[in-house]
């Protein structure tokens, strides 16, 4: 069994559908004619960072949401709300 938050994923995904690139700037070292190159990040782009290095480490699986999940199969006492359920799926964008 595979639990997963998609819409979370894609929420986070969003936050780069627009250009969150502030600025690039060039500037020019103290002396000499070299260049270097700035990158400066907005907030969300940086939050966005920290999130997806976050998400990175966690497990994919719940085990222990799924452990519990399956002893109630089990036991014939998983009781979904039908309601939650297709309010959940009419909810996803696919």
Request: aromatic fraction near 6%; glycine fraction near 2%.
């Amino acid at each position: 069994m595979y639990v997963s938050n998609n819409s979370a994923l894609q929420a986070l995904a969003s936050l780069y559908s627009n250009d969150n690139v502030k600025s690039v700037k060039r500037t020019q070292q103290a002396e000499g004619t070299s260049f270097k190159d700035e990158l400066v990040l907005s907030q969300e782009a940086q939050s966005f960072s920290d999130l997806l290095n976050e998400l990175k480490t966690m497990d994919e699986v719940r085990d222990d949401k799924v452990d519990s999940l399956a002893q109630q199969v089990k036991a014939g006492t998983y009781k979904p709300d039908a309601a939650a359920v297709a309010e959940r799926i009419m909810n996803l964008q696919f």
